[in-house]
């Protein structure tokens, strides 16, 4: 009994674990497995630093569009989450400079961006 006890254990965290993972899209094969970790890491940084954005839209990665081998939009929120007032969801910017990923700008979609 204990060790089905024990993988049923195992299995249920590993299960919650991958659900947490953003999703990954773009030029994937651009960037390397350490490069979405420092680009996860710009972005929680820039969300720590921006209190607004991140009370708006939650600070959950939700999807890593990879643009280029230098460039990334890291969107934030989940994708099941309701609209915030006028605001659909919103992006931030990371860009490699000079061997390191940096957040720059964030982008907020708004209803009227979608048409």
């Known amino acids: 009994m204990r060790p089905f006890l024990i993988v049923s254990i195992s299995?249920?965290?590993t299960a919650?674990?991958?659900s947490d993972q953003p999703k990954i899209d773009g030029r994937v094969n651009a960037v390397s497995a350490s490069d979405v970790r420092h680009i996860c890491a710009a972005?929680?940084?820039w969300l720590h630093s921006t209190p607004d954005f991140a009370r708006r839209f939650g600070q959950?990665?939700?999807l890593?569009?990879?643009v280029s081998a230098d460039k990334a939009e890291v969107?934030?929120?989940r994708a099941d989450m309701p609209p915030h007032g006028y605001f659909v969801g919103g992006f931030i910017s990371v860009e490699r400079r000079h061997g390191v990923w940096k957040a720059g700008d964030a982008t907020v979609i708004g209803a009227?961006?979608?048409r």
Request: hydrophobic residues 55%; without cysteine; proline residues 0%.
């Open 60 to 62: 959950r990665i939700s």
């Open 75 to 77: 969107h934030v929120g």
């Open 43 to 45: 972005a929680r940084d």
């Open 11 to 13: 299995i249920a965290a």
């Open 16 to 18: 919650i674990a991958a």
């Open 112 to 114: 009227d961006t979608l």
């Open 64 to 66: 890593i569009h990879i």
